[in-house]
C-alpha cells in the first residue's frame, strides 16, 4: 500500500519546492487535507495565477502583473535613485522597511565565472540605458557580500565610472544585536575598516 | 510596494502550513515561479483532488480514495492481525518496512483528557466491533510513547481484555545507531526493564 494517488502527487509537487523533504512534503501535503475549501481554491488556483500572471516589469525587471510594476509607474518616488538589487524579493524586503522613496533596478542573478554567468547573463544592459534616460543621479548597489556579490559590484561601479553617477554601496559590518564573539572574521575586519567617527557636537 | 497579488496569495496559502514561516513561505512561493507549466498543472490540481477525492475507508477509517482501502481490499493480507495507529500516515510508514501483512485500524486521535479528547472521540468503537466481525486474533498498540499514547493502549488493552484477542504493543528502546550517551532517561528505563535475554544456542 502506498498513498493514495492524490496525495502521493501533492507530495510529489511539494518536494519539488526547495528545502523540503520528503518527510516534511508528507506533512505539508496531509495539512492540505484539513484545509478548508476556500482556502483550497486559493491555493490552487494561485499557483496557476502565479505562472499565467507574473512577468518582468518592463522598465527595473521587477516581478510584475503588469507590464511596468507599481514602483516604476509611482511618480511619487525618486527616480534619481535607483537601488540595484540581485533578485526581485529583495526589493520587497527594502520595501518591508518603508523608508527607502527611490526605484529598484533587479539584475536577476550576478557574475559568478565559476558557474559560467558573465556580465551578459544578467541585467546590466538595461541599467546602464535607465542611467541615461531616467536621469539617475545615484546608484545604491545592495549586493550580498559573496565573492560573486563584489564581482557583480565592481563590475557595475567601473562600467558606471564614465557616467555622472555616483555609486554606492550598502554598508557591511556587524548587525544590531549581534553578539561581537560571534561575528565571522570577515565582517569583523569589513567593520574594523568602515568605521565611522562620533561626532561629539558639544556646541549643540 | 508590495508582492503581486497572486504572489501574495500564494504565500498567504503556504504560511497556513505547518512549520512554514513567512522568509520560507516567501522562498517558496517565489520557487513557483520557476516550475514548468505541467508541474504547476498537477500541483494545482492535486490540491483540489485531494480535497475532492480522499476520504476514510469504511472499515479501518485509514486514507483513501474508494470506500474501502486497498489494504482492506486485499486478500493476500492476513487480517487476524490489526496495527492499531495514531495516524493515517503512520500506516504509510510501516507500509515502507514493507514486512507487516497484517491490516491497519486508525484511531485518527490519542485520548488526552487535558485536550478534552476522550475515548468517544477517537476511533474505538469501529475497532471493537472489528474485533467480533473480522474474527481478529492479534491486536499490536503502536503509538507513540507519550502519555496520551500510553494512556490510549492502556484503554484499548483494558477494553479488550474481555475478548479472546492477544493485545500487544510495539517495543520501545534504544534506536539502532543511537548513541547510549544522547538517550534520555526514560528511554534508558524502559530499555534496561523491557531487556531481553541472549540465547547462545551453542548446540546449533
Redesign the interface.
Known sequence: ???????K??I??FR?????GEK?A????????N?D?N?????????????L??KRCSVCNN???DDV???CR?ESRDGSVLCVVE???N??LF?KIGSFRGKYHVLNGLISPLDGIGPDDINVDMLVSRIDKENVKEVILALKPSIEGETTSLYISKLLSSKNVKVSKIAHGIPLGADIDYIDMLTLEMALEDRKEIINDVKN
Open positions: 500500500m502506498n498513498y493514495p494517488k492524490s496525495i502527487n501533492l510529489e509537487c519539488k519546492l526547495p528545502g523540503i516534511t508528507e506533512r505539508l501535503a496531509l495539512a492540505v487535507l484545509f475549501d482556502v483550497i481554491d486559493m491555493f490552487s488556483n494561485s499557483i496557476k495565477d502565479v505562472n500572471k507574473i516581478l510584475t502583473e510594476c507599481s514602483v509611482d533578485e526581485a524579493k526589493s520587497f520595501e
